[in-house]
C-alpha cells in the first residue's frame, strides 16, 4: 500500500464522475465556481482532487443554502456542494450504490435506478382498486433530521472501505453557508441538493420504514418515494394502528411524522359508500380521487390519479415566470425551441394519467403566445379578435410547433 495514497481510488474514477456531475449541470457552490470555471483548467482540477481524495487530505468546503418554492407555497432548503465536491460525492456514490441497490425493498421507488415516480404511481392506482383505505405518510424535515450514527451505522454495515466511510462523515458534517455569508454548524440531516444524499436517506428509510413494515406489517403493501409512502390498509382501525405504530417506530429513528401532511384516507368511489373526511390524497404531484372513466368501453368510476392542482397551480407559476408576451424581440420558433422541452417533461410526465387534465394550463401558454402577437406586430396591436384569429391560423398550419398543441386542438 502507497503511504502517501492509502486509499485505493483511480484516475478514471474521478474522470467519469465529473462527466456525470456536467450531464446533471447544477449551480455554484459557496466558492461560485460554475462547471464552465472547473473545465476551463480540467486536467489541473481533477488532479488536484484525485490527489487529495486519495491521500486522504480531501475536506469539503460548507454547503451553500438556498431555498425554492413548494408546491404548497412554501420554500424547500437545498444544500448546493462545490463543484468539486459533488465531483467527489459522485465518485463514493458510484462504489456504494451497486452493494445498496439489491438491498433495497421492491416497493421503495426514489432516486433508484431503473425506477421512477410514474412506477411508484401506477403501483398506487393499482393498489387503491384493492384496498379501501390509504394512510398517506410524510416524514416532517426528514432530509434536515436524518441522525448522523444511525445513518453512518448503517453505512458501515453494508461496507468497510475506510475512504467512502470516511468522506460520508465529513460531508454529513460540513456546516452551511446561509446566502448572507453566515457559516452555521449542522447537527444532523444529510443536505437535500447534494449527490450523495439521496441514497443515503433511502438507506436510512430502508430501516427505519422499509424493514420494519416488512418485519411487522407484513400484510399492508406500501409504495415510497424518498419521504412520501403511501400504505393500503383493509379498514380504517387498521390505518389508525399503523400510523399509531409509525409514531412510535420513527420517535426511535429521532423522526417526526409531519401532522398536517400525514392522513388517513378512504378511496370513496361509486362502489364505496359512506361518508368520511378525508377521500383523496396527493401522492408525487397526482391527486388520487373518485373520477369518472371507462371500463370496458362503458363508463365507470373509479379511485384514480390526475395531476394535482397544487402540481397546476406551481406550474401555472412557471408559465408566468417566463413572461412570454414580453420576448418580442424573439420569433415565435424561437419562443417553440426554447420552452418546448419543458412543456414536453410536462406533459410526458403529468399527462401519464388523465392527460386532459393538464389542457387548460397549457393553454394558457396560447394566452402569452397572443398577447406576444399583439405587442410583436403592429397590424394586431389593438384587435384582439384579430390576435385569436391569428392564433388560430398559425397553430392549424404548424400543428407541431409548440409540444402542447396537438394534445390541445388535435389528437394528442
Not at 483511480?10 to 467519469?16: P, Y
Not at 486536467?43 to 454547503?63: D, I
Not at 466511510?165 to 460540513?174: A, G, N
Not at 413494515?213 to 412520501?228: L, Q, S, V
Request: some cysteine; aromatic content about 12%; proline content about 6%.
Amino acid at each position: 500500500m502507497n503511504k502517501a495514497k492509502p486509499f485505493n481510488i483511480s484516475k478514471r474514477d474521478i474522470w467519469e464522475a465529473f462527466i456525470r456531475v456536467k450531464a446533471n449541470k447544477g449551480a455554484a457552490g459557496v466558492d461560485r465556481q460554475t462547471i464552465a470555471d472547473f473545465e476551463a483548467d480540467l486536467k489541473n482540477n481533477l488532479y488536484k482532487l484525485w490527489n487529495r481524495m486519495s491521500s486522504g487530505s480531501y475536506f469539503p468546503l460548507p454547503v451553500l443554502r438556498v431555498e425554492i418554492p413548494k408546491a404548497d407555497g412554501g420554500l424547500r432548503p437545498l444544500g448546493i456542494p462545490t463543484v468539486t465536491d459533488r465531483i467527489a460525492q459522485e465518485v463514493a456514490r458510484r462504489k456504494l450504490e451497486p452493494i445498496l441497490e439489491p438491498v433495497f425493498h421492491s416497493d421503495s421507488f426514489g432516486y433508484r435506478p431503473g425506477r421512477s415516480p410514474i412506477d411508484a404511481v401506477v403501483q398506487a392506482r393499482q393498489r387503491c382498486w384493492r384496498y379501501d383505505w390509504v394512510l398517506d405518510l410524510d416524514v416532517k424535515a426528514y432530509f434536515d433530521s436524518i441522525d448522523w450514527e444511525l445513518l453512518l451505522k448503517a453505512v458501515r454495515h453494508h461496507t468497510d472501505c475506510p475512504w467512502v466511510l470516511l468522506y460520508i462523515e465529513r460531508w454529513l458534517k460540513v456546516p452551511v453557508q446561509m446566502e448572507d455569508g453566515r457559516i452555521e454548524p449542522r447537527r444532523a440531516g444529510t443536505p437535500q441538493g447534494g449527490v450523495i444524499s439521496p441514497l443515503l436517506a433511502n438507506l436510512f428509510l430502508h430501516y427505519a420504514f422499509d424493514i420494519w413494515m416488512k418485519r411487522n406489517h407484513p400484510y399492508i403493501p406500501f409504495e415510497r418515494y424518498a419521504d412520501d409512502a403511501v400504505c393500503h390498509c383493509r379498514s380504517e382501525k387498521e390505518a389508525q394502528a399503523l400510523r399509531n405504530a409509525l409514531v412510535d417506530r420513527l420517535a426511535e429513528c429521532k423522526l417526526e411524522l409531519h401532522p398536517e401532511k400525514t392522513k388517513i384516507v378512504y378511496c370513496k368511489d361509486k362502489n364505496r359508500r359512506g361518508d368520511y373526511p378525508n377521500i383523496s390524497f396527493d401522492f408525487l404531484g397526482f391527486c388520487f380521487r373518485a373520477r369518472r372513466t371507462m371500463w370496458n368501453g362503458k363508463p365507470a368510476h373509479g379511485f384514480l390519479p390526475a395531476v394535482s392542482p397544487k402540481a397546476l397551480k406551481r406550474l401555472g407559476r412557471e408559465v408566468r415566470r417566463w413572461t412570454l408576451h414580453h420576448r418580442s424581440d424573439k420569433s415565435l420558433s424561437d419562443l417553440a425551441e426554447k420552452y418546448n422541452a419543458c412543456i414536453r417533461g410536462w406533459i410526458n410526465y403529468y399527462g401519464s394519467f388523465y392527460k386532459s387534465q393538464l389542457t387548460p394550463m397549457l393553454r394558457r401558454i396560447d394566452c402569452f403566445i397572443i398577447r406576444w402577437a399583439r405587442r410583436k406586430f403592429k397590424r394586431l396591436r389593438y384587435k384582439s379578435k384579430g390576435a385569436r384569429d391569428w392564433f388560430c391560423r398559425v397553430q392549424r398550419e404548424n400543428p407541431d410547433l409548440f409540444a402542447h398543441w396537438r394534445l390541445c386542438y388535435g389528437t394528442g
